[in-house]
């Protein structure tokens, strides 16, 4: 399944078992039973359409979103073996690590936001009637390097766009890690129908206000003292990029 997939259950207790395993990442069977106050049968043949229709899959004693699996890629660059794979849960806690490191730095406050909100939920990957989220992260061995965010809107006049955010470590900055992970976000929401991006940074993030330029994005708008960072004001730039 797409996170950007309609979804129709055809019945309530199917949609409350997919939204438990949604919220939940991946979970037990019977811890699903017991939340739910389900008989074991009826969790059973609920569960079995739900496989069948490309909702979730078993693993184990588990259950989880089918989340179409993507194609993991391998780059070297700068001499430096990356993979950028498709985020997992498994990876939660590196990935908001890695977020926060970036925030703390005081430029990208929209990043900050997005760590926030994987740390409050811990899940990775969302897609039900209100929110979707993909995220791909960059690996160098057994480190999370980088991601990159796709925050994409369930409002139907607002399906065409998504707001990305994408970052790496300080320690890889410099080897291209950044422009690859952009690079796939624009193509994967290319690939999925998406018009639109959005990326919003201060004014006094020059660096990051370059990288997006150098990869084509453009100044949208400018939000006067939008942000106030270490007791000063700052102008927040709104850029965007077209994908038609």
Sequence with gaps: MEVTDSLNFGHKDRKDI??????????????VRRALNFEPAALGAHLTILRRDGYIRKV???VEVAYARETEETAELDGIEVKIRMAQDVDL????????????EGRYIEAETVADVLDHEEVVLRHN????????VATVGDELAGWVH???????KLSHTAVLTVGTRPEYRGHGIGSRLLEKGVSWAREHGFEKLYNSVPATNETAIGFLEGHGWETEAVREDHYKID?????E???AVTLR
């Design 237 to 239: 730039v709104m850029m």
């Design 231 to 235: 007791g000063e004001y700052v102008d």
């Design 60 to 62: 184990g004693k588990h």
């Design 129 to 136: 009637d209100v929110s979707s989220r993909m995220v791909f």
């Design 150 to 156: 796709l925050d994409l809107p369930e409002a139907e």
């Design 93 to 104: 806690e590196s990935l908001v690590d890695a977020i926060h490191e970036v925030a703390d």
């Design 18 to 31: 997919y939204e438990y395993i949604e919220s939940h990442g991946t979970v037990r069977e019977d811890e």
